[in-house]
């Protein structure tokens, strides 16, 4: 029997279903959310993430402004924008498209993010949060991760989980993510020794590493579930994953391909987080 395969697109279509009908339900409460998206320069990948997300924004009901700053604005003029959108009661979220241009500090940027509205949960008051189990927005992609695997009527609670890759963005936070739905952890890096043998062990196995279907069959238990985070760009222009997808068709229990699978849950987990952060700011319950 072959593998189950995670329909990303439509679980993720599912799930603005349910968003169109909270921002409604909110709206009856006199509370619109509101997304601001900060833009500096004119790399063409950005571009077109900040469109996506303007557009999605449109279709959900959820208030947008997109500031698209030129590439030679000082870190000091985009620190001033991100104050007054801390500031400005019509925004529930910031999110500050990166990467930056090389003379402004990210760091920086996203340290002054208000945490109510960091919808990006890239700021360390939210991974602190997220650590110590306080209320905080989760990051997007690891947290539309967990939905993938929750709505795939998958039982996190008492799995070996295998995180393979620990970026700050993907990796650590999947891995918390993953703790705090009752799995045992383990987490795999490039210095990770006997790699293999500890994939092949995992009930459920998140790939995120960067590397062209890397990942193939002899690293998965049959049956296993399989989350292929990676988004890699071949030579002939099509999108493939970290992991080898037609290698683990047969051996998985779960298998999420690309593009379709994790990747369409990155801009509805941003929705959901400025919903949550409308909410928070206005006393309603989540
Ligand atoms: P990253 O910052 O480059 O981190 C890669 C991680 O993988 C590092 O921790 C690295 O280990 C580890 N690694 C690299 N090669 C390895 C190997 N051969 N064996 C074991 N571990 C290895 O990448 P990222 O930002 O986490 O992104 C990972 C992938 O996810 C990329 O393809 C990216 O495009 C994709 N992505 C997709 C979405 C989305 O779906 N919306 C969002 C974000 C990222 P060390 O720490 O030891 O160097």
Partial sequence: MGAHIIEGKKISEQIR?????????LKAKN????????????????KVYVGSKEKTCIELGIYSEVHRLPAETSEQ????????LNNQSTINGILVQLPLPKHINEKAVIDAI????????????????????????LPCTPAGVIELIKRSGVDIAGKHAVVIGR?????KPVAMLLLREN????????R??????????????????????????????PGAVVIDVGINRLPDGKLAGDVDYESCLETAGYLTPVPGGVG???????????????????????
């Fill in 192 to 221: 990770t020794a006997g790699m293999e043998e500890i994939a092949k062990q995992a009930d459920i196995l998140v790939v995120a590493i960067g590397r062209t279907k890397a990942i193939d069959s002899r690293y998965v238990k």
């Fill in 31 to 46: 509370v619109v959310p509101g997304l601001a998206v900060v833009l500096v320069g004119e790399d063409p990948a950005s």
């Fill in 17 to 25: 279903g349910e968003l169109l009908q909270e921002v409604v339900n």
């Fill in 167 to 171: 970026s700050n963005i993907v990796g």
């Fill in 264 to 286: 369409p849950m990155t801009i509805t987990m941003l929705m959901s987080n400025t919903i949550t952060a409308a909410k928070r700011a206005n006393g309603i319950e989540v």
């Fill in 77 to 84: 003029e985009l620190l001033a924008l991100i104050d007054r």
């Fill in 114 to 137: 208000s945490v109510e509205k960091d919808v990006d949960g890239f700021h360390p008051q939210s991974v602190g949060n997220l650590t110590i189990g306080d209320d905080s927005l």
């Fill in 183 to 190: 799995a045992t952890v383990t987490i795999c890096h490039s």
